[in-house]
Every structure is written in C-alpha cells, then in structure tokens.
C-alpha cells in the first residue's frame, strides 16, 4: 500500500532535451497547486545520491518555459548503477519525507526508475524526455520536435548549397540507437536516401542509382544518415562511396549537438505541459511505477517495466512512404 503523497521530487536525468523546462515548471506548479511540496534535485540522480536537492516554489520556474537545457541540470550517474548508490539516494529522500518522485529523461533514466522503484517503497513517475522518440509506448517525446525542426532547418541550408555545386552531400543526425531524426528530417527535407539503425541498407543499390546520376552530370544527392546506422555514420559511408566514385564530390555534415539545444518548439511545450501536469495528478491518484505517454492525443500510463523491455519500432507505412518518394 502506497502512502499519501504529500512531498515530492522531481529530476531531469541523461541527455537533456528542449522542453523538459516546460516539463519541470508543470510538475512544479501542479504540485503546488495541490498542496504537495516539490523539490528539485539537481543533476538527476548524481544529485539524490549527494543530496543536492532544492525546495521549489512557484517563482522558481519563472521565465522557463521558452529555455532549452534543464535548469535543474542532468548527468549521467554511475553510482546509481549500484544498489549502494540507490540505497544513499533513498536515504536522502527519505531523510526530506519526499515520497514521491517524478523522472525526466529517455530510456536509461527509466531504467534507473524501474530497479529504484523493486527495491524501495517511493513510487516514481516517468516523463519521457528524449531527443531520440525511442519510448515505447508513447506518440510523442518531450524535445523531439524541437530537435527535428532544427535538423530540418540546417540541412534546409546545406541543400541549398549542394544545389549550387551539384555536389553529393551526407548529412549525419543524432541517433544512436534510433532513426527517428533521420526518418523525419530525411524526409521533410526531400531526402534521396535515409540511412537507419532500423533498416538495412543496401549500399550497392545506392552506389548504382548515384553512379548513374553522374554519368547523366545530375549528380545532386543528398543522403541523411542516423549516427548510428549499420555503417557507423556519416564519416563511414562517405568513405564507402568515395572508394567507389573517387571523383564525384561527396560532403560530409555532421549537425551534433545544435540538435539538442535551442528554445522548444510550441509542440514540446504543451505536450511537456501536459505530462507534467498529468504526472502530478497520477501521483496523487496513486499511480505509481509507470511512465506518462501520449497515444491518440489520450493519456496513458504504462508500467516503466515495459517502456524499458519494448522497443520501438518504426512503422511499415513510413518505410513504405520513403521508399517510393525519395527514389
Ligand atoms: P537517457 O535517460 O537519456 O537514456 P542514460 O542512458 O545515460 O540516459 O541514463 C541516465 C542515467 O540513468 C544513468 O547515468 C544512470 O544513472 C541511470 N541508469 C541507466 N540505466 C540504469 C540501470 N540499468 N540501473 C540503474 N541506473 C541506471
């Protein structure tokens, strides 16, 4: 049986994304709004474990909503990897009476949640803050949007310069271990070919159809890779293709980190609006140990267990649709 929940803890945690701002601000003022005390622990669960840990108050999510980043800071901990780094961590919450704690961040984090939520008795919330859209279980991502209209907008700019020179330009998008960046801004941005962890690629085909496109001197092509495709990103198949066609004048863009950064789009402000607000309220309700998704534009609340054990995959229908538009 769960106790009430009276205080609570929120924290942003591995990779930061645009919005989880707006995500802080809603779990802040909901919690507020119902009474509860919320703190912040900074730099996610680095901080429970040292004990950094704020009292929030309304005014202090002022002004944030528009920011990228986290102003309660992120980090990868290692100590949380073990039960001693967790067992701190509780002690810590439990010397403040917060009993209950609210996780924004991607799959890692959620996985940190799952084995802290088996072994102590605060119940956890999960928001999914991640560049990557890689949580199962869920139509949308806090910072997704954000991150894919900015690869959009840079690789607008490059085309127009590939354009110019009729020249061969491979353009790497985040995505370890997810193409949904690629996907998307690949084909919002015409792309001729869209390389993702997902699919496999057959170069030899791609080879052809490029090698072909210079022999008729129409050699514009613009490929967008996921950092994490089959080959090992951008740099990789660059040098695949340049073995292959020596002469033709293949450029390599690596858009990195801009893709994090900047002010969130209005999308990831109102879904972080949103899933702040809901994770408050499913606390309250009781809810515990499950994550806050989006499907439908209905609100679901799925077991953090199964976000960590599924994986996403990307559907039939936009492999189809690439396919046949970017031939
Ligand atoms: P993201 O949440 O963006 O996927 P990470 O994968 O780096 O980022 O995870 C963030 C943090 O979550 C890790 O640094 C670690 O503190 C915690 N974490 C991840 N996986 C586990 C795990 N299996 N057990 C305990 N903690 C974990």
Redesign the pocket.
Known sequence: MVNKVTKIGVLT???DAPGMNAAIRAVVRTGIYHGLEVYGILR??QGMIDDDIIKMETRSVANIIQRGGTILKT????D??EYEGRQRAYDNLRARDINGLIVI????????AV?FSQEFDIPCIGLAG?IDKDIYGTDFTIGFDTAVNTAVEAIDKVRDTMDAHDRIFIIEVMGRDAGYIALHSGIATGAENILIPERKTDINDMIASLQEKERRKKLVNLIVVAEGDEFGGANEVHKILKEKMPHAEIRVCILGHIQRGGSPSCLDRLIASRMGFHAVESLIEGRHNVFVGIMNNKMHYIPLENAVKNKVKISEEWLRIVKILAS
């Open positions: 945690s591995g990779g996610g669960y980090a990868r901990c290692k949380f990897f961040g991607g799959d890692g984090s959620f996985r940190g084995k991640t």
